[in-house]
């Protein structure tokens, strides 16, 4: 069974630090492209970041220069460093693991609220 468990939200005041991980079992992690995205309420789910298998990163514009996606292998895990946070990044985060479209998974979000 897929698993796909994050952790590192919180509440952290602007201009702070917060950095989440997501651990994965039940796939080939390697293989995966594993992103970020997020949800604040009232909002469709966006894209934060993803890297690749081979360690090619792609980023939002509006975190672009704040926030870093790496990914460790050998632990199954992707994280991602957030910088200077903002009160508009206060949303839901989502883990995402993609292989295709047959093998496309999530985990169950952790909350990030960046107070002003």
């Known amino acids: 069974q897929v698993q796909l468990v994050e952790s590192g939200g919180g509440l952290v005041q602007a201009g702070g630090s917060l950095r989440l991980s997501c651990a994965a079992s039940g796939i080939i992690f390697s293989i995966n492209r594993m992103g970020w995205y997020r949800q604040a309420p009232g909002k469709q789910r966006e894209l934060v970041a993803h890297?690749?298998?081979?360690?090619?990163?792609n980023y939002a514009d509006s975190v672009k220069g704040r926030f870093t996606i790496t990914r460790d292998n050998a632990k199954n895990t992707v994280y991602l460093q957030m910088n200077s946070l903002k009160p508009e990044d206060t949303a839901i985060y989502y883990c995402?693991?993609?292989?295709?479209?047959?093998?496309?998974?999530w985990g169950q979000g952790t909350q990030v609220t960046v107070s002003s």
């Open positions: 890297i690749t298998s081979l360690l090619s990163t």
């Open positions: 995402n693991a993609y292989y295709n479209s047959q093998r496309d998974y």
